[in-house]
């Protein structure tokens, strides 16, 4: 880390200040994102998990396949991937609402205010 801060000619301090600001944007984004899929009630089954190990295989020769399976397949791995997904299923609902699309069960809160005034 010492020869990394004199590279770029900074001190810790001032490398942390530098990224203070993209680190506070994400950690806010990432929390709305988490407030969203549990408004929304999104969840990640065994088997999203289980496609997407499957899908990061799919690409390697079929005598490794079960190699890098087992290597994907760690609990610390799946928790990993368990949150990539539920970041993608909630922006992907985030899209579906901006367009006013709604998918079975799920409505968006006017057509749920309309329902209610009804």
């Known amino acids: 880390v010492d020869e990394y801060l004199k590279s770029i000619n900074k001190t810790a301090e ?3 200040e530098e990224l203070r600001p993209v ?3 994400n950690v806010r984004a ?5 407030k969203m899929a549990a408004e929304e009630k999104l969840e990640v089954t065994g088997e999203d998990i289980e496609n997407g190990i499957s899908n990061m295989v799919r690409s390697i020769g079929e005598d490794r ?3 890098f399976r087992k290597l994907l397949d760690t609990p610390q791995r799946r928790d ?3 949150q990539s997904i539920l970041v993608r299923k909630t922006i992907e609902r985030l899209a ?3 367009k006013n699309e709604t998918t079975p069960g799920q409505e968006t809160k006017e057509e749920k205010n309309e329902q209610s005034a009804r």
């Open 65 to 67: 396949r079960e190699e």
């Open 80 to 82: 990993s991937m368990k």
């Open 23 to 25: 680190a506070t944007k």
């Open 96 to 98: 579906a609402i901006a």
């Open 14 to 16: 001032q490398l942390r």
């Open 30 to 34: 990432s929390l709305v994102l988490d």
